[in-house]
């Protein structure tokens, strides 16, 4: 066999293997469902035993109104089930950080957040 063609032969059945390993690959981790949010089972009460979710339907809070927090934080909460300033008000620095997951990086100081949404809602 000649040197050239060899190489060549090589290239495309590594591509080849390469492309079927990211296929089954990406085929696997897209159709896992991604996980939803829960707090850990700690001494912290989940979202529901604090309250912050009302057994009546609330109008939501524009939270954007809230300085450090824009459209991706908003949704994140909004997913949690965190839509007015007084359920936001409830949470603790550690709860946040646990919703926001690596969002939070993007906020200057999450008390002051919080303290934000305490005196939003006494309004």
């Not at 604090?50 to 009546?56: D, H, K, M, P």
């Not at 909004?78 to 950080?97: K, S, V, W």
């Amino acid at each position: 066999m000649n040197t050239p063609f060899s190489f060549v032969l090589g290239l495309l059945c590594g591509l080849l293997l390469g492309w079927f390993g990211h296929l089954f690959y990406w085929r696997t981790r897209l159709a896992q469902p991604e996980p939803a949010y829960e707090l850990p089972d700690s001494k912290a009460p989940s979202v529901a035993e604090a309250g912050l979710r009302a057994a009546a339907p609330v109008s939501p809070d524009d939270l954007k109104i809230i300085k450090g927090i824009g459209p991706v934080i908003e949704r994140k909460l909004n997913e949690a089930g965190i839509t007015t300033f007084e359920q936001l008000g409830r949470l603790t620095t550690a709860d946040l950080r646990r919703i926001l997951g690596n969002v939070i990086e993007r906020l200057a100081d999450e008390e002051s957040l919080l303290k934000q949404a305490r005196d939003l809602a006494r309004r």
